[in-house]
């Protein structure tokens, strides 16, 4: 299966993965806010599809692959913590997840694509290949999902199959989107990505903005956060199938034994096979020690202005 430098590869939880990335920077992540990670975030993923859309592909394509999967782990991490005391704002402490990855995931995919599993007239069992239209994916719209939102809650918590290690949720969503992975291709799901990384954006919007507020909410604002976010998931660990079987990527020395789990992309960049450790990709440590600095929440914007200004 998939060999990794780190060992015990294979049985790697997501929840172990978010772990070892939120040990390595912790420090800088904790005085970040939720905006900076997530727009971290974004950039990797924007920059994945500008590589991806090159006319040669290159190993940048499994570098930023590697930089967008652990900033979304970050963000994981992040939207999991309890808001640290004055350092963030407000409207921030109300983007937060109510589960773990794992736990978000199966919840949104119970052994079956939402989709078309409430369009089907019979029941499916098992994990079949979702029947949605490949290039059409976005599922249905909130009010058709909030209807039975609860039923796949409900779903989840009664089925005992759902995948234990980063590498089983990887195997699922090759199963459930077979086609989507074939005739989306690398950049098709890419592009995918991005786009449901929009939609991820909107419900962080709508948990601290209303217009009026509909019956079933706030509640039902944090089940759709937690739900889009389960469908980017997919994307990106889809996009990562598309890359460990990308033929353009054969040439490269150990890409593709390098790239085909959740672990080994990100071990590729952020681990040390010779201590076995986590560690930052530059400045090689298992806690980062970089010098980044973040402007604090404390110091007012027009002093870091002026200071700015004083230099130049
Ligand atoms: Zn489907
Ligand atoms: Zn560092």
Redesign the pocket.
């Known amino acids: 299966m998939h060999a990794g430098s780190g060992g015990n590869a294979q049985r790697t939880s997501l929840e172990d993965i978010v772990a070892a990335v939120a040990g390595v920077y912790e420090r800088l992540d904790r005085q970040r806010s939720i905006w900076d990670v997530w727009l971290h975030f974004n950039h990797h993923l924007g920059s994945l599809a500008i590589e991806v859309g090159r006319d040669a592909l290159s190993e940048t394509v499994l570098h930023e692959f590697a930089d967008a999967a652990m900033w979304l782990l970050t963000f994981v991490w992040k939207a999991s913590q309890e808001p640290a005391a004055g350092a963030e704002a407000e409207p921030e402490s109300l983007v937060r997840l109510s589960a773990t990855l794992s736990d978000i995931l199966w919840r949104a995919f119970p052994g079956v ?1 939402p ?3 409430f369009r089907s007239e019979t029941a499916i069992e098992g994990a079949p290949p ?3 239209a490949p290039s059409k ?1 976005r ?1 249905f719209d909130s009010e058709v999902w909030f209807a039975h939102s609860e039923e796949l809650v409900m779903r989840a918590d009664s089925g005992e199959d759902m995948p234990g290690s980063a590498d089983a949720w990887q195997e699922f969503f090759e199963t459930l989107f077979k086609d989507r992975l074939e005739l989306r291709g690398l950049a098709g799901l890419v592009d995918d990505a991005l786009a449901q990384a929009a939609q991820v954006g909107d419900a962080m919007i709508r948990m601290y903005t209303y217009v009026g507020l509909e019956a079933g909410h706030p509640a039902g604002r944090q089940r759709r956060l937690e739900f889009e976010l389960a469908f980017l998931v997919a994307d990106v660990l889809l996009a990562l199938s598309a890359i460990s079987q990308s033929s353009a990527l054969d040439g490269l020395t150990g890409a593709r034994g390098n790239a085909h789990g959740l672990v080994e992309a990100l071990q590729s960049r952020y681990f040390d096979a010779a201590s076995g450790t986590w560690i930052c990709h530059k400045c090689r440590l298992p806690a980062c020690a970089c010098r980044v600095q973040i402007v604090p929440s404390t110091l007012a914007a027009n002093d870091v202005r002026d200071q700015w200004n004083a230099r130049s």
């Open positions: 694509c989709a078309c599993h979702c029947t949605c994916p599922y």
